[in-house]
């Protein structure tokens, strides 16, 4: 569990899909200047047109004066005439045609040469208008970005600390895994271009890709995996315990590593994508808490405990994903209106996260900032304690299952987060939209809560215990929207480690709340000593029975078949899937916005402004 509210490979698809969208973005603005640019032709293209009109006129009158002349002609081959009265009078009228003919001649001259400098013109318009519309955009790309975060790491020891924050900063910017996970939460190749594993599952072999080094200028091959991995399991580094099934590590030669298991184990890849897989230089002396020697594109230049990281690009980075940025820095700001505030000053040009009521001015000034929400496997659980002597009444906890609005909840905090109902967000293994099993239905909850023998007369009293770093808002209205089926709710808003004791290590409690922000945290609901008191055998054997599937997709079946149990079973109510608000200046690209509380890969982040 943790407060906290990411991935490398799968943020290349983030980067490539946010740099996508700003790619969009100035292909539109090209666009424009294009369809400018058109209009701008189009316009030469009327002047054109008139002046091809202007050409057409001419060549009309020319056609009528060549017909009149051709007239002429008849006229005078017609003076052959025996009739001498109509002789005459075709010669004089001939001989007056004459006169005319010289006049018009030099209004078509006029009209010609007009014609002539209007096509000119027209020419040069529309040259120019090509040449303004191929110019390239004069812009500068900034040396350094800054951007704004919420939670510090309080030292840089990602084999020793735990929070989700060193994860952030670290994995895939400074140390890279053994494999990879993309914006969507898959595992990509990572220092292991590919891999394979045997029939049963107990057997995997990764193949390395060739040239690697760390920041040191140290070369990185199979031995420092197998190292790492080892070192891992056996000092108890954290996060080990992941590593189920576990049984050895080796290097079979330079390139290539052999992980074998005790039984199948179907969140390998993706525990190795996490920080079990991060590969270490066996050979490197320094100090974990303050300085990292990783092989990523970044390399830690500075570092300043609960204010600020200055990463700088690693000179000797191996792989394709080179910074495009010299210096990245990230700043932590504990007040959310700091944040804001350093955002407006230009002291960053990204801020992540940003609650969708202080974005709210940067949405309206899109003329110079970028608000956009993505995607994490947050789950805001309002837990029932399942062993409480109140809320063991399954009809107790129905009934609040049903008379929670979560669309109000949502649209309370700015209608960004994804209604959730059940324990597995959209971004994990075995999602399925479980949101129809408890709809909003009053009535429906108060017949159950009168069916367990409570009602106006008789209310239930019970309490809501949850740490302060949420504030208060979330318990009034919860407060608010279970008081008409007749349960009064006591908010107590405790200190984050009142909570750790009480709620977590005691179970002393009736309703709880937390953000679990963790991913593949579905084992939560198989453990009966964990602080929701819940047990079902049916969902142990389903995680079982997932965890040592041969393939994806019967793990995914089997674990959406444990999540509608637990749901059915309402051990808790999922409030809303949090998704991330990120704020930043216009010009900014390759900004991660999904998952970015967690793995924020910053290789392709740069900033352009408009050179004035």
Not at 198 to 219: E, I, P, V
Not at 369 to 379: C, F, N, S
Request: glycine share 8%; charged share 20%.
């Amino acid at each position: 569990m943790s407060t906290n509210s990411g991935a490398y490979g799968e943020n290349d698809a983030t980067d490539n899909k946010t740099t996508g969208t700003n790619e969009n973005e100035t292909a539109t603005n090209a666009s424009g200047d294009a369809a400018n640019a058109a209009g701008g032709s189009m316009n030469a293209s009327d002047h054109n047109a008139n002046a091809a009109g202007g050409s057409a006129d001419a060549g009309d009158s020319s056609a009528n004066a060549d017909a009149h002349n051709n007239s002429s002609v008849k006229a005078e081959d017609s003076a052959g005439s025996t009739d001498e009265t109509l002789n005459a009078h075709v010669k004089g009228a001939s001989g007056g045609k004459a006169g005319n003919g010289k006049k018009k001649g030099w209004i078509w001259a006029i009209i010609a040469a007009v014609v002539v400098v209007a096509l000119i013109a027209a020419f040069v318009v529309i040259r120019n208008n090509q040449k303004a519309s191929i110019a390239p955009a004069q812009v500068h790309t900034a040396d350094s970005v800054t951007i704004g975060l919420k939670l510090a790491p309080t030292n840089l020891d990602i084999r020793n600390q735990s929070g989700s924050s060193l994860d952030q900063v670290l994995v895939g910017n400074v140390y890279e895994g053994l494999v990879a996970r993309d914006s969507n939460n898959k595992v990509v190749p990572g220092l292991a271009k590919s891999w394979e594993k045997n029939a049963d599952g107990t057997s995997y072999t990764f193949h390395l890709n060739r040239g690697m080094n760390f920041s040191n200028g140290d070369k990185l091959d199979a031995s420092d995996v197998a190292w790492s991995i080892n070192e891992l399991m056996v000092k108890h580094y954290h996060d080990s315990e992941s590593l189920m099934n576990f049984k050895s590590v080796m290097a079979t030669d330079a390139d290539t590593v052999k992980l074998d298991l005790t039984a199948p184990y179907a969140n390998l890849l993706w525990e190795l994508a996490c920080r079990p897989g991060l590969v270490f230089d066996k050979n490197a002396n320094y100090d974990m808490k303050t300085q990292a020697v990783g092989s990523g594109p970044y390399t830690v230049a500075k570092f300043v405990p609960n204010d600020s990281i200055t990463l700088k690009a690693n000179p000797k980075y191996w792989g394709e994903h080179k910074a495009v940025t010299p210096t990245i820095v990230l700043r932590y700001f504990g007040d959310d209106n700091a944040a804001v505030n350093a955002l407006k000053s230009g002291d960053v040009q990204v801020l992540a996260p940003v609650t969708e009521n202080l974005a709210e001015p940067f949405v309206k000034d899109s003329e110079h900032y970028r608000v956009a929400a993505g995607d994490d496997t947050d789950k805001y659980v309002l837990a029932m304690n399942s062993k409480g002597a109140k809320t063991s009444d399954v009809r107790v906890r129905q009934a609040i299952r049903y008379a929670i609005d979560h669309k109000q909840l949502i649209a309370s905090r700015g209608g960004a987060d994804k209604p959730l109902g059940g324990p597995i967000p959209s971004l994990d293994p075995g999602y399925q939209d479980l949101t129809g099993l408890y709809p909003h239905n009053v009535d429906k909850a108060k017949a159950l809560m009168k069916e367990a023998g409570y009602t106006p007369d008789h209310p239930l009293e019970l309490r809501l215990t949850y740490a302060n770093t949420y504030g208060t808002e979330l318990g009034d209205q919860l407060r608010s929207q279970l008081k008409p089926i007749d349960i009064d709710l006591k908010v107590n808003v405790v200190e984050f480690s009142t909570w750790l004791q009480d709620v977590l290590k005691n179970k002393d409690y009736d309703l709880s709340m937390v953000d679990h922000n963790e991913s593949h945290d579905f084992s939560q609901w198989t453990q009966d000593t964990y602080y929701y008191n819940y047990s079902n055998q049916k969902v142990k054997d389903y995680y079982n029975q997932a965890m040592a599937a041969s393939s994806d997709s019967q793990r995914d079946a089997l674990l959406a078949k444990a999540a509608r149990v637990v749901s059915e079973d309402a051990p808790a109510d999922w409030l809303f899937n949090y998704r991330i608000t990120t704020a930043m200046k216009n010009g900014v690209t390759g900004f991660p916005l999904n998952l970015n509380q967690t793995l924020l890969p910053l290789y392709n982040v740069r900033y352009m402004t408009p050179v004035k």
